[in-house]
């Protein structure tokens, strides 16, 4: 028997290998026939020597030219029809509706769906933006027609939208948090002597909370604050590299960029911090949690599903609220001891809800029920 073909397409490239690699590698080393499609940016040895059949899909992530955006889907077309899988498995927002598109047209047996939050567009403002939802949300409700297609969604806020806007219906929803990570790969150690260090390590843009992080950085005494991350110069909210740079003159913060190492990251820092406005569920803080970190972050979708409320493992503030998000992370820097309760308790919360073999099995229980379903023979 032939073994059931599962393709990945997702843009960009990197969002695949930081937040779906462990699941691809699963699904090889239980049979699956792994095929990858990426926009053709580049991707490191631990994607390339995995083993997987690799294919270039030209993809931007932002609004492009309409002879643009028809080249991406003739070439998903293409794609499909020349290699006919059994599970085309889609991630972010043009995957989803390009590739549910051809998946339904192809008559592919199974699809699959993943939300990793709503993103920028269902949280901007304005009537601009409020277009925008509509039609993406009609694209959704198109995707999803597909007979036989499941959705996965990291949080039940981002349920109820998508089921608000009638494009999920329950029967098609599974919920899994997140992406998971390998707890085994996250050291827990004392936090290091001296200032404490208060880290917000993400994608540089607005919608994460960084201005916020800066007001709150200018108020709180007695801490080092460090920003770590690149500027997401394809994202429309991207912050400006110059006024970063001009935090750093300052003496506000320091910028690392990008970490290649975020264990050793957060074991020199003492406090995480991100005050977003919408997650999926940010895996930056189940990283912290893994590493024994206590967390600061913003009661909203995604976040507050951070929180142990019964053995508290951080801290919960409104968006957007500066003085909250400062009297909280001062509250953390001026007791260590409290610091290192709620660390033990979110390396607990990790272990209980994140642990990356947990989300695997979850995802492959997914891909199982659709090949059992096949509505195509």
Same mark, same amino acid.
């Given at each position: 028997?032939?073994?059931?073909?599962?393709?990945?397409?997702?843009?960009?490239?990197?969002?695949?290998?930081?937040?779906?690699?462990?699941?691809?590698?699963?699904?090889?080393?239980?049979?699956?026939?792994?095929?990858?499609?990426?926009?053709?940016?580049?991707?490191?040895?631990?994607?390339?020597?995995?083993?997987?059949?690799?294919?270039?899909?030209?993809?931007?992530?932002?609004?492009?030219?309409?002879?643009?955006?028809?080249?991406?889907?003739?070439?998903?077309?293409?794609?499909?029809?020349?290699?006919?899988?059994?599970?085309?498995?889609?991630?972010?927002?043009?995957?989803?509706?390009?590739?549910? &598109?051809?998946?339904? &047209?192809?008559?592919?047996?199974?699809?699959?769906?993943?939300?990793?939050?709503?993103?920028?567009?269902?949280?901007?403002?304005?009537?601009?933006?409020?277009?925008?939802?509509?039609?993406?949300?009609?694209?959704?409700?198109? %995707?999803?027609?597909?007979?036989? $297609?499941?959705?996965?969604?990291?949080?039940?806020?981002?349920?109820?939208?998508?089921?608000?806007?009638?494009?999920?219906?329950?029967?098609?929803?599974?919920?899994?948090?997140?992406?998971?990570?390998?707890?085994?790969?996250?050291?827990?150690?004392?936090?290091?002597?001296?200032?404490?260090?208060?880290?917000?390590?993400?994608?540089?843009?607005?919608?994460?909370?960084?201005?916020? &992080?800066?007001?709150? %950085?200018?108020?709180?005494? /007695?801490?080092?604050?460090?920003?770590?991350?690149?500027?997401?110069?394809?994202?429309?909210?991207?912050?400006?590299?110059?006024?970063?740079?001009?935090?750093?003159?300052?003496?506000?913060?320091?910028?690392?960029?990008?970490?290649?190492?975020?264990?050793?990251?957060?074991?020199?820092?003492?406090?995480?911090?991100?005050?977003?406005?919408?997650?999926?569920?940010?895996?930056?803080?189940?990283?912290?949690?893994? $590493?024994?970190?206590?967390?600061?972050?913003?009661?909203?979708?995604? $976040?507050?599903?951070?929180?142990?409320?019964?053995?508290?493992?951080?801290?919960?503030?409104?968006?957007? /609220?500066?003085?909250?998000?400062?009297?909280?992370?001062?509250?953390?820097?001026?007791?260590? %001891?409290?610091?290192?309760?709620?660390?033990?308790?979110?390396?607990?919360?990790?272990?209980?809800?994140? %642990?990356?073999?947990?989300?695997?099995?979850?995802?492959?229980?997914?891909?199982?029920?659709?090949?059992?379903?096949?509505?195509?023979?």
């Amino acid at each position: 028997m032939a073994p059931v073909k599962l393709l990945f397409l997702v843009n960009p490239g990197w969002f695949f290998e930081s937040h779906r690699l462990p699941l691809a590698l699963a699904a090889k080393e239980a049979g699956y026939e792994v095929h990858l499609a990426l926009p053709g940016d580049p991707v490191t040895k631990a994607v390339t020597l995995a083993g997987f059949h690799m294919h270039v899909v030209p993809m931007t992530r932002q609004g492009a030219s309409l002879m643009s955006e028809m080249r991406s889907l003739w070439e998903i077309y293409k794609l499909y029809k020349k290699v006919r899988p059994d599970i085309v498995h889609h991630v972010t927002i043009k995957p989803v509706l390009y590739g549910s &598109f051809v998946a339904r &047209f192809l008559k592919i047996p199974g699809v699959v769906n993943a939300f990793s939050g709503l993103g920028h567009i269902f949280i901007a403002k304005g009537w601009k933006a409020a277009m925008s939802r509509f039609l993406i949300a009609l694209g959704y409700r198109v %995707a999803f027609k597909h007979p036989n $297609c499941m959705g996965i969604v990291q949080n039940t806020d981002d349920e109820c939208v998508l089921q608000s806007y009638s494009v999920l219906t329950k029967a098609q929803t599974v919920l899994i948090k997140g992406s998971g990570v390998d707890l085994a790969k996250y050291d827990v150690v004392p936090e290091p002597e001296g200032k404490p260090v208060v880290t917000l390590a993400s994608r540089l843009i607005a919608e994460k909370g960084i201005n916020e &992080f800066i007001a709150a %950085a200018r108020i709180v005494k /007695n801490a080092q604050f460090m920003l770590v991350g690149d500027v997401d110069k394809g994202n429309p909210s991207a912050l400006n590299e110059d006024v970063i740079k001009q935090w750093v003159q300052e003496g506000v913060i320091k910028w690392i960029g990008f970490s290649k190492d975020i264990n050793s990251t957060f074991k020199n820092s003492s406090i995480v911090v991100l005050p977003s406005y919408r997650e999926g569920l940010p895996k930056v803080l189940i990283e912290a949690l893994a $590493c024994g970190r206590p967390i600061v972050t913003t009661d909203t979708a995604g $976040c507050r599903e951070m929180i142990d409320f019964v053995n508290p493992n951080g801290i919960l503030v409104p968006v957007k /609220n500066i003085n909250e998000l400062a009297v909280s992370i001062q509250c953390l820097v001026d007791d260590r %001891a409290m610091r290192a309760a709620m660390g033990r308790y979110g390396r607990n919360w990790a272990e209980k809800n994140f %642990a990356i073999e947990t989300i695997v099995a979850e995802t492959l229980e997914v891909y199982e029920k659709l090949v059992h379903q096949d509505i195509y023979g």
